[in-house]
């Protein structure tokens, strides 16, 4: 079973430039999720999407970040504009989604690395 | 909202030693409980989960842990580590009901030496 893909694998930018990352989960995942790890930190969770809907956006910065799951499937994250506090790993993860809801794993990317400069 | 403390940022062991990484939240409910592992160049992986009934779960690669709801913990142990144990091991948690997004700590990153 091929895991969870995500492009660009590293990214170098300028800030106040924009940037999108693109994630592609396991086939057949309905629930997917972007998280942000900061070097030296876990990673914080930035929106979760059931197939192509929004569950849980809270901790994201709309300000400046979005994100989309047009057809229920691959998903891009979007930095317009990019800041240098942005710099991480940001992290695709999927998950099965089953009848009983909630004992089936996550499954993480491999991740793309973001510096700001 | 749930947080998750690691209490050794950097643990530093010989082969053949005995391992036990700390792991402590905060969040009043029912919660399930995760340790993952990210080897040098690879991503996340599952090592163990507890949602409920025994407290002692075993994971992959020799790795358990048990959950103490009155301590808010989740230790991880391993009674021997070997030098590919090497990695960043992080403990996460996920609140019983509701969006199921994970809350990670920070991470320790174990070193085994040869």
């Known amino acids: 079973e091929a895991g969870v893909a995500q492009s660009p694998r590293y990214k170098i930018i300028e800030k106040r430039q924009s940037v999108a990352f693109w994630c592609n989960p396991i086939?057949?995942?309905?629930?997917l999720y972007w998280y942000q790890q900061i070097l030296g930190q876990g990673p914080k969770l930035l929106i979760q999407?059931?197939?192509?809907?929004?569950?849980?956006d809270s901790q994201l910065p709309k300000d400046r970040f979005s994100a989309e799951r047009l057809k229920g499937v691959d998903s891009t994250l979007k930095i317009q504009p990019a800041k240098l506090e942005d710099s991480a790993v940001y992290l695709c993860a999927s998950r099965l989604k089953t009848l009983s809801g909630r004992t089936d794993t996550q499954y993480f990317g491999p991740g793309t690395r973001l510096t700001v400069l | 909202a749930q947080s998750v403390s690691q209490h050794n940022h950097h643990v530093i062991l010989s082969e053949a030693a005995s391992l036990e990484l700390g792991c402590n939240y905060s969040?009043?409910?029912?919660?399930?409980l995760f340790w993952y592992v990210q080897y040098p160049g690879q991503h996340l992986q599952l090592l163990l989960k507890y949602f409920s009934g025994d407290p002692l779960v075993k994971g992959i690669k020799g790795f358990e842990a048990e959950f103490i709801k009155s301590k808010f913990s989740f230790n991880l142990r391993k009674p021997s580590v070997q030098w590919s144990d090497t990695a960043e091991y992080f403990c996460?948690?996920?609140?019983?009901?509701?969006?199921?997004?994970?809350?990670f700590g920070k991470g320790t990153h174990l070193i085994i030496q040869p």
């Open positions: 969040y009043g409910g029912t919660v399930n």
């Open positions: 999407f059931q197939n192509n809907g929004v569950v849980d």
């Open positions: 086939s057949g995942h309905a629930t």
């Open positions: 996460a948690v996920r609140p019983g009901g509701g969006a199921d997004g994970l809350t």
